[in-house]
Every structure is written in structure tokens, then in C-alpha cells.
């Protein structure tokens, strides 16, 4: 048996019930086969696929906090410090429902690769809980945050690991965790990114992973042959990465005709109001009939649906698995010419692979979203620093980033004769510079 299908066999009966880290395993192993079988018994001898999915280490812990009626919730955190052999792990809390040990390994795993492909001293990570920040009051929220950063900050720190935003993770909880990290540990110190700006943030890291998904979508689409003006994109998602992918599509001159939230969608086919979808989901924190509500030429539709309208560009910027097989072919049917994920792998592996076998140009999520994670490490260096660069200067160190991820992957792929195919260009890229450094820094 090849080194590749028994570390996969490995993985999935050391970590059952763990479908999604599978999945994320497979994805990269697969198509890190053609470097594997290169170098085989070096990597084998190394064991360096079995400390590649084997996290350094991982916590999981008790959340208790005090709701409105004085009631106390018990809730479980997490923390997964993947791999720390290019710099400090750094990676987000997600607060979802669906959080459990297997989908924060998931994420933690892809962070080693995207982190790695940034070309910025950043190891891999993740984090969160099951708390549903949804429908709890600002006080419930400060509650659970605090709770969970007094365990939390026994294992985080500038230099060791810097968790940052996720879903349900925004600059209002951020903002009560490191409070808490400061007033417990009595140090000011950048370990967290996504910070206000009065404390510590980076101008530019709100829309930096939407802004970033654009920048490589466009270099993508420049390198062969397109361009972004006047495409139709779809977007999924109305959080922190949909909103500003949307409003940097817009500027690029795309019109973006969708967005969607777990319970529906809206179809606008005048192009979708950034204001009125910030107005919505940003200040208010409301569903998305609001803005059909607010805008005649919106349609809301219950349930999933957004990869049935004809669109050139569709960028799924929700959460996980939610491009299946049956999207792919519809969007295929429909003429769609590019895929960049602005979500943690959002397509399953069969919408990926019949994407590709159709000639759809697909920039993977741990390169097209990437630039979130970017900016957080230029978060880290201006904390550094004790300086905060201009909106400018953090912008355009953001685009140049993409810009090399993607000629990066695009230059794997072809170094492997799998030209155009960016997943195993990413893989690849963001591979090579982790082995490296883990075997020169020994078995450890
Ligand atoms: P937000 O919490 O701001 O927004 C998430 C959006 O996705 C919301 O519109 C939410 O709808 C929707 N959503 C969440 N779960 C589901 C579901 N099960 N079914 C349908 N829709 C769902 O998160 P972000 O925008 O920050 O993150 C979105 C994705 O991007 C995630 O995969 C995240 O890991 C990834 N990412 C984020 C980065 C960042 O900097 N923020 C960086 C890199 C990747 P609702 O409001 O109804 O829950």
C-alpha cells in the first residue's frame, strides 16, 4: 500500500466520527501524492505524514457563564495547536452550534497550509465553541467570552499562539476576550488579532479576506484570459467575508446578484446594496427578509438555492459543505467559468472534482481566503511595532500577498505537470515549506 493510503487508513480509524476532518485530510493528501511518491521513503522514514495529522496538541475544556435569568449554561471550548514549525499558531475561534473536536481539526489542519502560503512566520491553529452567540444579549455574550478566555488564556500569548475571528466570532467578542486575556495575565500584548482599532487592530482586517478572495480571483482570472468587470458572481454567506467580497466584486466592476444566511437567500438582480446588506447584518444582526423588505428589486427565498441562478463567478463564502454536486453541475450547466472559495472548503470533493473535469477555473478556500489570516499576521507585526500602518499600506500589502499566492500555486501545479489544477498547487505550495522546516527541526 502506498504511504498516502495507509496514513489516510491511519487517520480515519485513530479519529472516528470525525467526518470532516477525513475530509480535509484526504483532500490534501491526495493531491500531495505526486510530492509524496517523489520522495517516499524519505517522508515515510520521517514518519512525517503522521505528525502532519497528529496535532501538537489539543484542549477541550468547560465554558460555564450565567444567561440573563440567572441561569447557568455549560458550554465546551476548544483550542487545536496544529503545527507551530513556521511560527506561532494562529488560526480562529468559531462560535457555531455544529462546533466539535473534528470540524476544529478540520480547520486547524487547512490553517497549516494556508498560513504556510501566505509566506508570512505563521504556524496553524483553530478554535471555538458551541455557544450560539445568535439571540444572546451583548451581556450573555461579554459572559460566555470571559468564561472562555479564563481557560483560554492559559495556553495562548503574542508568541505561542494568536487565536483571531471565525463565524460568530466578531470584533464584539473579540474585543470582551481580550479584555479578559489582559486583566487575567496583566500583560498588553497583540494575542489576538482582529482587534478594534482602538486597541490594538489593523486597519483593512474587516474586509481583508473578502477583499483578498477578489484579489486572487482576479489575478486567476486575468492569468487566463478573463476579467472581473461586468461578470455575474454569485456569493453565498452575509458575514464578514460575503459582505466584503461583495463590495470589493462591486468596485472591480462585477455585479453581485446574490447573497444567502442559513435560513434563505435574495436574488437581487440589480446587483446587491452593500450599505443596505451592512445596514442589515452589520448594526442590526437581522435575517435577510429585512433587506428583501427594504429593496424592491430583492427576492427572499427560504431554504438553499443560490447556485441555481446563472452566474460567470461564484464565490461560497458560508461555512463548509455547502457547494454540493448537484450546485456544481447546475453552475457548469449554467456557464459558470470560476470558483474561488471565500469559506473553509465549502465545496465537498465531488463538486471540486466535476468542477474541474469541466474546465471551472477553482482557487481553493485556504488560498482564496486566505488574506484574513494575511492581515491578522500584519496585525501581529504592527503590535510589534507599537505602530499602525494607513488603510493603504495594509491594503496593498494584502494584495500583493494574494497576487503571490496565487502565482505560487499556479507555479506548483505546473512544476508537477497539473497546470490550471490550484488545488494541488496550494497543497503543494503550502506543503513544501512545512516539511522542510519539520524535518530540519527534527523529530519533535
Ligand atoms: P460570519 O459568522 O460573519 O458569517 C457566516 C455566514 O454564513 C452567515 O451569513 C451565516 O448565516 C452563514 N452560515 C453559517 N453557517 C451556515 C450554515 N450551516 N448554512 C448556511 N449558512 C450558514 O462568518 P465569516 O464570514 O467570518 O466566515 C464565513 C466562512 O469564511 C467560514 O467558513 C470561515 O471559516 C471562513 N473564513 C473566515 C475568515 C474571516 O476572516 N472572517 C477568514 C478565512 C476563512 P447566519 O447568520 O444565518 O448564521
Known sequence: MSYVDEVLERVIAKNPAEPEFHQAVKEVLESLRPVIEANEDKYRKEALLERL???DRQFKFRVPWVDDKGQVQVNTGYRVQFNNSIGPYKGGLRLHP?????????????????????GLPIGGGKGGSDFDPKGKSDREVMAFCQSFMTELCKYIGADTDVPAGDIGTGAREIGYMFGQYKKIRSVYEGVLTGKGLSYGGSLARTEATGYGLLYLTEEMLKCNGHEMKDKVVCISGSGNVAIYATQKAQQ??????????????????????????????EVKRARLTEYAAARPSAQYHEGRGVWSVKCDIALPCATQNELLLEDAKELVANGCIAVAEGANMP???????????????????????????????LEMSQNSERLSWTFEEVDSKLK???VNIFHNLDDAAKRYGKEGDYVTGANIAGFEKVADAMIAQGVI
Open 400 to 402: 500583493n500577498i494574494m
Open 252 to 281: 472591480l466592476g462585477a455585479k453581485v446578484v446574490t447573497v444567502s444566511d442559513s435560513t434563505g437567500w435574495v436574488y437581487d438582480p440589480e446587483g446587491i446594496d452593500v450599505a443596505l446588506l451592512k445596514e442589515v447584518k
Open 347 to 377: 465545496t465537498t470533493l465531488e463538486a471540486t472534482e466535476y468542477l474541474q473535469q469541466n474546465k471551472v477555473l477553482f482557487a481553493p478556500g485556504k488560498a482564496a481566503n486566505a488574506g484574513g489570516v494575511a492581515t491578522s499576521a
Open 98 to 118: 455544529s462546533v466539535n473536536l473534528g470540524i476544529i481539526k478540520f480547520l486547524g489542519f487547512e490553517q497549516i497550509f494556508k498560513n504556510s502560503l501566505t
Open 53 to 55: 495529522t497528529e496535532p
